[in-house]
């Protein structure tokens, strides 16, 4: 059977998997609740509105004046550079002002909301793709399913507690973009490997929707349904018909109308065609010049000792995403989540911007996490309870001096 013939399990299964979820959405709610306690911690010593960090900044900014204004808001920089909000994807912001018109929050705090139930599914994402992976199966063909443990479901719980305890991972709890397009992604993964695939056209359509890179999500569709229909020519089928596969095409073509609609509208709107958008990510200071600014950027580092330490320690952050990566295709992650989280990171790593926000940037790339997950998941619970709760600590006093500094971008 092809990845095109899979149809979706039947939904009496649900309970059951909400049940395996569910310790993987506590660890990543207790994470969470430490990262923000410790938040408010360093507030109160410094003086600081731990909500202001998390709403009232930066991009959460942005998106927070598309809610209220629309588009066509700009900034005019000293050196004559124009930064549009035409650069921020709508469907943050679109949420936002939805939250806000059904209830008494503001459009930050609509933000807050939002981010906060993006990102407990992007956790539950995440741990059906793991689960999916290296515990599902094995639970299945357990003699007592409610035995998830034992059979393979902490290397979904270690997937999430990974996500959750990163450096940056204060992110995922402020009124930014990343965690619902995560939790998009990280769905339209899963309903690929499962064979849903007008779901997957779906959460792909809106992931275009949110971020830049819902392209990835777009790739990771077609690409699957290519391998699949390359895997049926080479077994003397025919590849794709119309009225057995209409849902994997589909799938296919809703999958970039998001991302496509918006770039579009935006060309439109600037009268520049199809490189408008490109055109305000300019004026931003972001392209794609294959790592070049990245590589200067990092070059630039060894004119001093503790220059030199610190392009050191980004040139092995370099090699240990790569490692990851490389890992992870060893592993045998299949071709979805291999182009996903492929195309993510060479956007983070070879794009010209502010060199601060990559960490950022990546925290998308959730496959990367999995070989970690596995190699703590065949850890004693004890020992991979300690690992990562040590880790939790670090992080969540790294993000609290974070957004007390410069903070994300």
């Known amino acids: 059977m092809t990845d095109l013939d899979q149809r979706p399990a039947t939904g009496h299964r649900t309970g059951f998997a909400l049940r395996r979820a569910a310790p993987a959405l506590f660890v990543y709610a207790g994470v969470r609740a430490l990262g923000l306690a410790v938040l408010a911690v360093w507030g109160a010593a410094a003086g600081k509105s731990p909500h202001t960090l998390l709403t009232a900044r930066w991009d959460s900014l942005w998106y927070t004046r598309v809610a209220d204004f629309g588009y066509g808001w700009e900034v005019t920089l000293p050196d004559g550079s124009v930064h549009s909000n035409l650069a921020f994807f709508p469907l943050l912001p679109w949420l936002e002002r939805a939250v806000s018109a059904i209830s008494p929050l503001s459009y930050a705090d609509a933000g807050l909301v939002v981010s906060s139930i993006a990102s407990l599914c992007a956790a539950g994402g995440i741990f059906a793709v793991a689960d999916h992976l290296y515990g599902e199966k ?4 357990a003699a007592l399913p409610g035995r998830w443990w034992e059979t393979g479901g902490r290397a979904g719980v270690c997937a999430v507690a990974l996500w959750a305890v ?22 339209s993964l899963y309903a690929v490997m499962t064979g849903r695939w007008v779901t ?3 959460l792909a359509s809106l992931a275009g929707l949110t971020r830049p890179v819902g392209a990835a999500v777009v790739a990771a569709v ?15 089928e025919r590849p794709l018909v119309v009225r057995r596969d209409w849902r994997v095409l589909l799938g296919g073509l809703l999958a970039p109308l998001g991302a496509a609609g918006y770039v579009l509208w935006v060309g439109h709107r600037t009268g520049a065609g199809l490189l408008g958008y490109l055109d305000v990510q300019k004026q931003w200071g972001n392209g794609f010049d294959g790592g070049y600014a990245f590589a200067t ?10 220059g030199a330490l610190a392009g050191i320690g980004l040139i092995l952050g370099v090699a ?46 959730f496959p ?18 300690l690992i990562l709760g040590g880790v939790a600590v670090v992080g969540a006093v790294y ?3 974070w957004l007390h500094g410069s903070g994300p971008p």
């Open 399 to 401: 993000g609290a001096f």
């Open 200 to 202: 997957a056209g779906l």
């Open 320 to 365: 240990g995403v790569i490692w990851l990566y490389v890992a992870g295709v060893r592993q045998g992650q299949p071709p979805a989540l291999s182009v996903y989280c492929g195309i993510v990171v060479a956007l983070a790593l070879c794009a010209s911007g502010y060199f601060g926000s990559k960490p950022r940037l990546l925290m998308p790339a």
């Open 166 to 187: 990163l450096p940056v991972g204060i992110v995922q709890s402020m009124a930014y973009s990343e965690s619902l397009f995560t939790a998009l992604a990280a769905w």
């Open 222 to 236: 077609w690409v699957t349904a290519a391998v699949a229909a390359y895997r049926r020519k080479r077994a003397g």
């Open 297 to 306: 950027f990092v070059a630039e580092k060894f004119t001093s000792v503790p």
């Open 368 to 385: 990367l996490l999995l070989p970690l997950a596995v190699a703590l998941a065949r850890l004693r619970t004890s020992r991979s309870a």
């Open 138 to 141: 094995k639970a299945r063909s």
